[in-house]
C-alpha cells in the first residue's frame, strides 16, 4: 500500500466515520429478519447480517467505537509510558534501573492474557478496554522516551543548560520535552491500531464491548454462525474495515519514521 492510497484509505474513512452516524441514526437494537443474510446488493451494498442489520453502517459505527476506545488507550498507554520513561532518563541510577526493572518485568507478561485478566474484573464497557490496553501497553512508550532522553542528555546544548544552573525541570521542560514531541506522535500513530486490534480481540471473545454495540470484534463473532451457512459475507467486511485503517496507519508511521531519521532511511537504501 503506497502513502498515497493510505492517505486516501484514511481520508474515506474517516469521513464516513465523522459523517455517516449523525446522518444515519442507526438503531442498535433495530432488526429486520427480512432481509436477513442477505448477500451484497444495491440495497446494501455490503450486505446484511444474520438479523437484517446493513453490514456497511454497522462496519462504520463498529469502527468509529473502535478508533475511538483505541485513540484513548493509545493516550493513556502514551502517558503512563512518556511518565515512566521522562523519570528514568532524568534521574538515572538507581531509578532508571528499578523503572526498567518494572519495564521488563510487564514485558514479560502475555499482553493479552493480561489484558483478560483486567477486562475480567469489569462488566464489558469501553472504559474496561481503554484500561486494560492502557495497563498492558505503556512499556513501548516508555522504552522510547528513556531511550531518546538519554541520548539528549548527552547533546552540548542539555549540558550547557545544566552547566548554567538551570533546574532539573528546567532541562526538561525547555529541552527535553520539544524534541521529544516527535517521538511521542510516532508512538501514538503506532499505538492506535495496536490498541484497535486489541480492543478487537477482547469484543470477539465476549469481553470487550457490550454485545448489542456494533463493534467489530462483535460482528466478526457474530459472523461465524453465518459461515456455516455459506455467508462469508458477516465475518469479512469487519475484518476488512480492521485491516484497511490498520494496514494504512503502518505505511504512514513508516514514513514518519523515515523523516525522524533520516540516517536510518539512507542505510537502508544502500
Do not use: C, K
Not at 486516501?8 to 444515519?24: K, N
Not at 538551570?166 to 511521542?184: D, M, Q
Amino acid at each position: 500500500m503506497g502513502t498515497r492510497l493510505a492517505v486516501a484509505a484514511l481520508v474515506v474513512l474517516g469521513l464516513a466515520v465523522l459523517l455517516v452516524p449523525p446522518i444515519a441514526q442507526l438503531d442498535q437494537s433495530l432488526v429486520d429478519l427480512r432481509a436477513a443474510g442477505q448477500a451484497p446488493s444495491l440495497a446494501h451494498p455490503l450486505g446484511t447480517d444474520e438479523v437484517g442489520r446493513d453490514l456497511l453502517l454497522r462496519s462504520i459505527y463498529g469502527l468509529r467505537v473502535s478508533f475511538l476506545v483505541g485513540l484513548v488507550a493509545a493516550l493513556v498507554s502514551l502517558i503512563i509510558g512518556g511518565l515512566v520513561g521522562l523519570a528514568a532518563g532524568s534521574l538515572g541510577g538507581l531509578a532508571d534501573r528499578l523503572l526498567m526493572r518494572v519495564v521488563d518485568g510487564f514485558n514479560a507478561l502475555p499482553h493479552l492474557l493480561f489484558g483478560i485478566f483486567i477486562v475480567a474484573l469489569f462488566a464489558p464497557s469501553p472504559t474496561a478496554v481503554v484500561v486494560s490496553v492502557g495497563v498492558t501497553h505503556w512499556t513501548t512508550a516508555a522504552r522510547i522516551v528513556r531511550s531518546e532522553v538519554l541520548s539528549l542528555r548527552s547533546r552540548p546544548f542539555v549540558e550547557a543548560a545544566v552547566s548554567g544552573g538551570a533546574s532539573r525541570t528546567r532541562v526538561v521542560r525547555r529541552h527535553l520535552l520539544p524534541h521529544l514531541l516527535p517521538h511521542l506522535l510516532l508512538a501514538t500513530v503506532l499505538m492506535v491500531p495496536h490498541a484497535i486490534w486489541h480492543e478487537t480481540a477482547l469484543s470477539f471473545l465476549g469481553l470487550g464491548l457490550p454485545p448489542h454495540l456494533a463493534s467489530l470484534g462483535n460482528m466478526i463473532n457474530d459472523g461465524q454462525r453465518s459461515l456455516l451457512t455459506g455467508a462469508w459475507w458477516p465475518s469479512l467486511v469487519p475484518g476488512l474495515f480492521i485491516l484497511v485503517p490498520t494496514l494504512a496507519v503502518a505505511v504512514l508511521a513508516q514514513r514518519l519514521r523515515d523523516r525522524l531519521n533520516p540516517r536510518r532511511r539512507s542505510e537502508l537504501e544502500l
